[in-house]
């Protein structure tokens, strides 16, 4: 059973670039889960996809992040004009729909904005 | 007042004790309640998860949930230093599907 995958693990970027991190689910795994993590934080719930539906957004998600997941498979997550305050960990989970729905985290992309 | 709250530590423990983690909860339709362990520069790891008054054992961990009292709990029998993370505890409510995360409480195992 392959666990979630993100890529890319680290990135730095200048302040108002763009950029855009992916995020492999595990493979029966029908929810897709974004959360941001700040040191001495806990995840923060960004947004939320069961298959290609984006359900929920988070209120704190400004208008220059969008996520997709176009097939209800892999997810991508973009963030326009970074800004430093953008910095942390963004981390991607999935679950099952079924059941308790226990989220499986994935490795993490960190985000370092100069 | 935070959603879900738990001490931010550290907790410092020595090999073989027991330790005792403990996180409140303000929202009363919660259902589910899961904790994962996280070390440095790592993402976090699910360890347990309840959804049931009472307790839940899994190997040395044992979690602990009232919803009377809004409170869940994590033990972990015979402590080890690769125990030493910062240990989260995460609610998910009522219809919604996402985690609300506490801050975490940072375990330190000493020999």
């Known amino acids: 059973d392959t666990g979630v995958s993100q890529d890319p693990r680290h990135k730095i970027t200048k302040r108002g670039q763009n950029v855009t991190f992916r995020c492999d689910p595990i493979?029966?795994?029908?929810?897709l889960y974004w959360y941001r993590q700040t040191l001495g934080q806990g995840p923060e719930f960004l947004t939320y996809?069961?298959?290609?539906?984006?359900?929920?957004k988070s209120r704190l998600l400004s208008d220059r992040f969008s996520a997709e997941r176009p097939k209800g498979s892999f997810s991508t997550l973009e963030i326009q004009r970074t800004e430093q305050g953008d910095s942390a960990m963004y981390l991607c989970a999935s679950s099952r729909l079924a059941g308790g729905a226990e989220q499986f985290f994935g490795p993490g992309t960190r985000l370092t904005v100069l | 007042q935070k959603e879900v709250e738990q001490n931010s530590g550290p907790l410092s423990v020595p090999e073989g004790a027991i330790a005792s983690l403990n996180c409140t909860y303000s929202?009363?339709?919660?259902?589910?309640f899961f904790w994962y362990r996280q070390y440095s520069g790592k993402s976090p790891e699910l360890i347990m998860f309840?959804?049931?008054?009472g307790d839940k054992e899994d190997g040395r961990f044992t979690a602990q949930l009232n919803k009377a009292s809004q409170y869940v709990s994590l033990l972990i029998r015979d402590s080890q230093p690769s125990d030493s993370a910062t240990y989260l505890c995460a609610v998910r409510s009522g219809g919604y599907n996402k985690l609300i995360f506490g801050a975490g409480t940072r375990l330190a195992v000493h020999p």
């Open positions: 309840i959804y049931s008054n």
């Open positions: 493979s029966e795994h029908n929810r």
């Open positions: 929202d009363r339709g919660s259902q589910s």
């Open positions: 996809f069961q298959n290609e539906a984006q359900l929920e």
